[in-house]
């Protein structure tokens, strides 16, 4: 057998990596000095010894080179340039600087450029210099590193935080990256501790590395064959490069029809044109130029056998006694796919002096072992003579670690001694991003609000490696936090030690604000009741108010709970008077910290949300200057207040005896007539435009408008009363901005196919209690057009009918009818918003200028026609977007000028309010 490459990292196709793993890997080392080169000796032995990697040279430096019997490098700056563009990897023995120097000029591209390493002459520290993830680098670094002993100096974050590159792991794999750009962002969501989505459509060994997910993300990872799929809203698609073109051709045959033949054979087997990494033919065809000039352009590995070779392979085969006369085998095409290594999938296609097989590998794709790669060189050893009796697997510790309220000044020394410690921190967005500030470097595990019980599993499963885990909360761990819910999970199990770790809690770090409310007897109660019945918190205040103990009030308010505070002060006012002694703190060692003195009457009116914190004084509690202080008795003081004898409440009355859900009357979290209620409408749709010109021109409420584009933000008339956002909001701002506005409402006036951000604004809602209204349009009926489910479903539709296309899908959905229409750039017209992004979409994907309108929509059913009959349109596909988005117009247009109609479907059928109802609702209970 014998190989032609077409390009060391996948020739000339854009965006894509190197074809199918090719172990080993090619390496030249070179060294400087006599100790130099005796050490590059020894490196060298033992990355051949590994069987990853293959010596090319070895080469030093003058005297040394003779010395030593190695070949003589001669200019470092000439060895470099001659040996960059034919290895898969440098290692420079000696100065980095060295290396930097003679490197520097031929960097090009890090999806080519071969991986480079630095290691001192006494092997004590190994550096990647270049190419650390897709050349290898990293790893290679640390392979250089346990043959010496050393270190590997790995700087990569990612790396660095025990995450997984997904361009080192696609390389190591041999999968073809198809979006770069893509790629760089998911590393950079990894480090921030957002979610990213993982599919794949062939099967993966191993545990799914920390920071995947499987099922819904906006930004996900799909390992495929078929660049076409995308199960995430921003796909990055890691193909599985397989797939093996077997050829037989007579000589002279036209490049042309070479590969009109081959991409007939592929359409024929089901298997895409970018899943191919290889082409296999006899050994006589080695330099046939339409061959060669089609693995060049195609960037695909040219691979050879003989006669002798192709004949020795079994199976059944289509046979020609020409062939077997004219090349000394019966059979070209199948036996050289198959000679490659697979299964057929296509038979043997003819045609024009042109035979194709396809073949597919089936090549294993694997994650990596969990935990950080070791960059030490002596405690990754497995030479046969190292010891491997480590004795019994280390016994996980998961640390439960209270954070205190916020500042660093509050974290205790035990706290951040079992966070130094660990291997990995897990905890909620928001506590996590307070750990990094901290611990920079620390490898973190981060997930949203509402997955506490997938967090304490995450961090239970990683401590069961043998790993030192610290799952973090705000305050203590075992008020209100993780440290019962870990113990829970962690019940039976022998492999994990869990240990809480206490911290300040809001009680006690709120009340050092205030002064010493807490210093007798006091209870602490949570109003919030997502978890909690809410006849048993009614109960546990009814005992707590009438036991005159000092109350202190954790999640007090939000927008679902807007009147929760109002309603438990009523309650205590049955036991203690107005007078009482109270007092609120804010944002407790955060930025933004407030502290304030009041008595219970002025409690009850008072706006707090769930950043805040409530205490209720009791009988003795009273004002020393200023301060909040319950006396302790130490100065036979009494300073009580007269108790006031009142009945118990019936602790088992209804729900709307207290805490009343605020969807039963009006939610009005107003304090006091001379402010206005605020409404919070995210929107970018007509109805959300149409809502805010109704509350406005009400004059009943501030709005804050949110869209998710500049454009969409300007179409929204401001004023006193309105302010618009134009611009994206990513989960944690949507959250951060309905948490401190104070809305009475939420509104969600999104498009029907903006899932994501739909979804992102009901969980923070949801989480945060706020009330929400979802506006929804209205349906769209069966009728006389093809139904798609998603944009790639429509363009399958579309390439399989005739004439020009009109896409007034939006631009975010062309990408998939480029990668799924057949003369996509000539056939295809796109109608999209006058914006710059919308435009930027359509620039890369091949359209002329003359094929792209630009206009705000809706449009009328004349406008429509006129434009179908301008540009000469056959087929029209629109989303099911309803009326107010125009759908019926373009319905009818194409109805009337007898197109075909591609519709595409909504991703779910969602319950919620027409426009008009939402209207009814926000004026009965919402708004002034």
Request: charged share 25%.
């Amino acid at each position: 057998m014998a190989r032609v490459e077409a390009g060391r990292a996948g020739g000339a196709v854009a965006g894509v990596g190197a074809p199918g793993r090719r172990e080993p890997r090619q390496v030249s080392l070179v060294a400087f000095t006599g100790a130099g080169a005796e050490l590059a000796r020894r490196v060298a032995a033992a990355l051949e010894a590994g069987g990853r990697w293959r010596v090319a040279e070895l080469a030093a430096g003058g005297r040394a080179a003779e010395a030593r019997g190695l070949a003589p490098a001669g200019p470092v700056g000439a060895w470099a340039r001659r040996r960059f563009s034919a290895d898969d990897a440098l290692v420079f023995v000696g100065a980095a600087g060295i290396a930097v120097r003679a490197v520097a000029p031929l960097v090009a591209d890090k999806r080519r450029d071969p991986a480079v390493v630095s290691v001192d002459e006494r092997g004590s520290v190994a550096v990647p210099l270049l190419s650390g993830h897709v050349g290898g680098a990293n790893d290679l670094a640390r392979e250089v590193a346990r043959a010496t002993g050393g270190v590997a100096a790995v700087s990569t974050a990612t790396d660095v935080r025990g995450l997984l590159a997904v361009d080192a792991w696609a390389a190591e794999q041999g999968l073809g990256v198809l979006e770069w750009d893509l790629a760089k962002e998911v590393s950079a969501r990894l480090l921030a501790g957002e979610p990213v989505g993982f599919a794949s459509d062939v099967p993966v060994a191993g545990e799914l590395p920390a920071g995947f997910v499987r099922g819904e993300a906006e930004v996900g990872v799909c390992v495929t064959r078929d660049p076409a799929r995308s199960p995430f809203a921003r796909t990055l698609h890691l193909l599985v490069r397989d797939v093996t073109v077997g050829v037989g051709c007579r000589r002279g045959t036209d490049e042309g029809d070479l590969a009109g033949a081959v991409d007939a054979a592929l359409a024929a087997s089901g298997a895409s044109g970018a899943a191919v990494w290889r082409l296999a033919t006899i050994d006589l065809k080695a330099e046939e130029p339409a061959v060669v000039a089609l693995c060049a352009h195609r960037g695909w590995e040219l691979t050879t056998f003989s006669a002798a070779e192709l004949a020795a392979v079994p199976g059944e085969f289509s046979s020609s006694d020409f062939v077997l006369r004219t090349v000394g085998v019966d059979n070209v095409c199948e036996r050289a796919a198959l000679a490659a290594g697979g299964r057929l999938v296509s038979p043997k296609r003819a045609g024009g002096g042109v035979t194709v097989a396809v073949a597919v590998a089936d090549a294993p794709v694997s994650f990596p072992a969990a935990g950080p790669v070791p960059d030490r060189g002596e405690a990754a050893t497995s030479d046969a003579g190292a010891s491997t009796a480590a004795g019994p697997a280390r016994r996980g510790v998961l640390s439960v670690v209270g954070l205190g309220p916020g500042a660093a000044d509050d974290l205790t020394q035990r706290a951040r001694r079992a966070i130094a410690e660990a291997d990995l921190v897990v905890g909620y967005t928001v506590y996590v991003d307070l750990v990094r500030e901290a611990f920079p470097g620390k490898r973190t595990l981060a997930t949203p609000m509402r997955r506490e019980v997938e967090r304490c599993e995450a961090a239970l499963e990683e401590a069961a490696r043998g790993q030192r885990v610290a799952m973090v909360c705000s305050g203590d761990p075992g008020v209100f936090g993780m440290a019962g819910l870990c113990l829970e999970l962690a019940e039976g199990r022998d492999d994990v030690e869990v240990e809480v770790v206490p911290g300040v809690t809001a009680a006690t770090g709120g009340a050092a604000l205030l002064g010493a409310p807490l210093m007798c007897d006091f209870a602490v109660i949570s109003l919030s009741d997502l978890l909690t019945p809410i006849e048993r918190i009614r109960a546990r205040l009814v005992a707590a108010a009438s036991s005159d103990m000092v109350i202190c009030l954790y999640n007090p308010s939000s927008r679902k709970r807007a009147d929760y505070l109002r309603r438990a002060c009523d309650l205590v006012l049955g036991y203690r008077p107005p007078e009482t002694v109270c007092g609120i703190v804010r944002n407790v060692g955060r930025e933004g910290e407030t502290s304030e003195v009041l008595t219970l009457g002025e409690l009850r009116d008072r706006r707090v949300d769930m950043f805040s914190t409530v205490f209720v004084g009791c009988s003795t509690t009273r004002v020393v200057d200023g301060r909040m202080v319950t006396p302790r008795g130490y100065l036979g003081r009494s300073g009580a207040a007269a108790e006031k004898d009142a009945p118990v409440a019936d602790a088992a009355g209804e729900k709307d005896a207290l805490l009343a859900s605020p969807a039963a009357e009006k939610g009005t979290p107003v304090a006091g007539a001379a402010h206005l209620p605020r409404v919070l409408v995210f929107g970018g749709t007509t109805e959300g435009r149409e809502l805010v010109e109704w509350l406005a021109g009400r004059g009943g409420a501030d709005v804050v408008y949110c869209s998710a584009t500049p454009y969409g933000g300007t179409l929204v008339r401001e004023g006193p009363h309105v302010r618009a956002i134009g611009r994206p909001l990513p989960e944690q701002e949507i959250e951060g901005l309905i948490a401190e506005g104070g809305f009475a409402c939420v509104v969600d006036a999104t498009h029907p196919f903006a899932t994501s951000i739909s979804a992102s604004v009901r969980e923070a809602a949801g989480a945060l209690g706020a009330p929400l209204v979802r506006v929804v349009r209205e349906g769209v009926p069966e009728g006389p057009w093809r139904l798609a489910a998603d944009a790639d479903e429509a363009a399958r539709i579309v390439d399989g009918l005739p004439g020009r296309v009109l896409l007034t899908t939006g631009s975010k959905e062309l990408a998939s009818f480029a990668r799924g229409v057949r003369d996509f750039a000539a056939r295809a017209y796109v109608r999209v918003l006058p914006v710059a992004a919308s435009l930027e979409r359509t620039s890369g994907l091949g359209l002329a200028a003359s094929h792209v309108v630009a206009m705000q929509g809706p449009f009328s059913e004349a406008l429509n026609r006129a434009l179908i009959r301008e540009l000469g349109i056959g087929v029209v596909v629109t989303k099911a977007s309803g009326a107010s988005g125009g759908f019926w117009e373009k319905v009818r247009a194409a109805r009337a000028e007898g197109c075909e109609l591609v519709v595409i479907d909504r991703p779910t059928n969602e319950e919620g309010l027409g426009l008009a109802e939402a209207e009814r609702l926000l004026a009965e209970r919402f708004v002034v």
